[in-house]
């Protein structure tokens, strides 16, 4: 099923709330179109894979100095392909497009986050190469 990878439009908000969702992160379209205001910056790119004219999946990455290197990483921020669309290629296709993406930009490593409980994405992000380098801890500061 072959999708085509284009970057995200605001007529895509309607899909990418139902997306959103699928992540475990029910949006409205208007909080979709609200965030994405906020990550217009050129440090952020928002791709999308479209079938037949329907928006099935995602990729939001960015670009961050961070201190134990002289340039820039790259971050996948969220990835989230529709449940029917699923192990047809389309997050692979996304990714590939990403690492694309950050590659034209000079940007030489990747990193990401992945859910505890994501055991399928873990398998899937190491089959396209990824290394399990870490931990990621949460403590909320508000409420």
Known sequence: MP?????????DTVDMSSL???LGYPSTP??????MRSMSADYYHTLVAEVEGKVVGFIGIIVLPVYEYSIPVGWILALSVAEAYRRKGI?????????????ARGIEDVRL????QREDAHEFYTR?????TG??????LLG
Do not use: C, N, W
């Not at 999708?3 to 007529?11: H, K, L, N």
């Open 30 to 35: 208007e909080q979709v179109a609200e965030r």
């Open 135 to 140: 931990y990621r801890f949460k403590k909320r």
């Open 3 to 11: 999708a085509t990878i284009r970057p995200f439009t605001g007529a």
């Open 20 to 22: 959103m969702a699928d």
């Open 113 to 116: 986050h992945s859910g505890l």
């Open 91 to 103: 997050g692979k296709a996304l990714i590939a497009a990403a690492e694309g993406d950050l590659r």
């Open 128 to 132: 396209l190469g990824y290394d399990k």
